[in-house]
């Protein structure tokens, strides 16, 4: 059976849509509500590549017995009265974006935010999308470098949903942004910011979110793209080799992952002269677990400890107007090439419907 618009009407005005996504989160910071959000995150083969079965037994006989207590209680370390941060500031992201895009190009557009895991999800918004008549659609998974553990996995859910649906939109899906330079310069502002106000460190850390090395070798430009955009920046920043590093962070299991790894670095750096770092996660579009705990608090403790004398973790773009309008420069080419296309002509469609009908 094939989806509809809930409220369809042939006299519906079409709208250009614009849905960003992110990973996802757990409705709550308990037990067991991280045991439904891991167990949809880590049941998605484009996360865990192993043999189904295999990884079915280990997920659930393993994982999802030992995992949810320990999450739960990071989540309740970073939880707040908004929520989980990675949900908030998604909406504050896409509630800036609204309103700059209808500023510029007028209340035809629709601007809405989904999930990967989670709520929302890439299904119900996608029918909240339909339902107010767009049948143009750009979606912008905000990951600047593309992996297909992130963004080919958006993908995924977005097709298995439009296979079910009567009427698909057109479509645009931006897979990368990493070398764009309207967010490097924003990237580039915001560490600029932070200099002026709290002095250079010794070293500047760019920390991406780790993928098993073993999807490298199979094809994945995940790394590449990570490097290149550390290179674009540190250009912009003025910096030479040994000023800035490239680590890896959230590994977890026994294999390899890229390095350096994030912790280890850490550990090592003030033995090696290093005792006042900045790092900053350009991979993030919006702070969450991963940078607010792992980042700002696990990864600080490690370089302290080791006889580090200072540790700044540089928040993530969030909802930031320069990060607004970098996406909004992202968005500008695609849009402007729909808007100026003559809409369709929705009082004849719905009197054409009115004869068949009789």
């Known amino acids: 059976m ?9 006299s519906q005005a079409d709208r250009i849509g614009v849905l960003i996504t992110n990973l996802g989160t757990p409705d709550a910071p308990t037990a067991p509500a991280l045991r439904r959000y891991l167990r949809e995150f880590l049941s998605d083969p484009r996360v865990v590549e192993v043999p189904r079965l295999l990884w079915w037994l280990i997920l659930n006989l393993i994982i999802l017995r030992i995992r949810p207590r320990r999450s739960a209680a990071a989540y309740r370390t970073v939880w707040t009265d908004r929520g989980s941060p990675l949900l908030y500031h998604t909406r504050d992201q ?5 309103d700059t895009l209808r500023a510029r ?13 989670g709520q929302p999800a890439i299904a119900d918004t996608l029918q909240r999308l339909q339902d107010q008549g767009v049948r143009q659609l750009i979606v912008l998974p905000l990951y600047p470098q593309y992996s297909a553990a992130t963004t080919a996995s958006t993908f995924d859910a977005l097709a298995a949903d439009m296979r ?17 330079p309207p967010y490097l310069d924003a990237l580039a502002g915001r560490i600029t910011a932070h200099w002026k106000a709290q002095g250079r460190p010794d070293k500047l850390i760019l920390s991406y979110h780790g993928i098993p090395k073993r999807y490298l070798l199979n094809g994945d430009p995940y790394h590449c793209e990570c490097h290149k955009t550390s290179r674009l920046l540190a250009e912009r920043l003025g910096l030479g080799p040994d000023d800035y590093m490239t680590t890896f962070q959230s590994r977890f299991g026994r ?3 890229l390095r350096p790894y994030m912790d ?17 996660c350009p991979g993030f579009s919006a702070d969450c677990l991963e940078t607010i705990e792992e980042i700002g608090e696990e990864n600080r403790e490690y370089f302290m400890e080791a006889g580090g004398e200072r540790y700044d973790y540089i928040p993530a773009l969030n909802a930031g107007a ?17 808007l100026a296309k ?3 002509d929705a009082a004849l469609s719905e009197a054409l419907a009115e004869q068949i009908r009789r």
């Not at 896409?94 to 609204?98: G, M, P, V």
């Not at 190009?105 to 895991?117: K, Q």
């Open 164 to 180: 079910r649906r009567r009427w698909l939109p057109d479509f645009h899906f931006i897979s990368h942004y990493h070398d764009f």
């Open 322 to 338: 320069d990060h607004i309008e970098a996406l909004s420069a992202l968005l500008a080419p695609q849009l402007e090439q729909w």
């Open 2 to 10: 094939y989806k509809g618009a809930d409220n369809f009407r042939h």
């Open 255 to 257: 294999e390899e992952w």
């Open 94 to 98: 896409c509630e800036a974006l609204r």
């Open 105 to 117: 190009y007028g209340e035809r557009l629709v601007v809405d935010f989904a999930m990967r895991y």
């Open 264 to 280: 280890e670095t850490m550990k090592a750096l003030p033995g090696q002269g290093v005792k006042h770092v900045h790092v900053v």
């Open 342 to 344: 003559p809409e369709r």
